[in-house]
């Protein structure tokens, strides 16, 4: 089992910048290809970003390239979001997730799931 803890969700305006924060316990964490994944209301939960187990290798969603970066601490098992010029379109509940040893953009691709953090960007 892998549990995972997202922080640093908020309230924050049109430009402005936050991280979040995802800590894993429970496993190997550096087996694991960690994933951030957003779902706003009454909408489809969608891929955000992607980090691989090995920390080398990433990939991010056409529509936050560019403005988000997603990092790994493997040493304090821990996966970043770091979101910066956000948009009233960002407003979302945003959830990390884990896989092992592999990688994919699909939700339906991770075991394991946070319990996710609110990000509201005002205009």
């Known amino acids: 089992q892998v549990q995972l803890v997202e922080s640093g969700g908020g309230l924050v305006q049109a430009g402005g910048s936050l991280r979040l924060s995802c800590a894993a316990s429970g496993r190997t964490f550096s087996d694991y290809t960690m994933g951030w994944f957003r779902q706003g209301s009454g909408k489809e939960r969608e891929f955000v970003a992607y980090?691989?187990?090995?920390?080398?290798?990433?990939d991010y969603a056409d529509s936050v390239k560019g403005r988000f970066t997603i990092s790994r601490d493997n040493a304090k098992n821990t996966v970043y979001l770091q979101m910066n010029s956000l948009k009233p379109e960002d407003t979302a509940v945003y959830y990390c997730?884990?896989?092992?040893?592999?990688?994919?953009?699909?939700?339906?691709?991770?075991?394991?799931w946070g319990q996710g953090t609110q990000v509201t960007v005002s205009s």
């Open positions: 997730a884990a896989r092992w040893r592999s990688t994919s953009t699909t939700y339906m691709g991770y075991g394991y």
């Open positions: 980090i691989k187990w090995s920390g080398g290798t990433t």
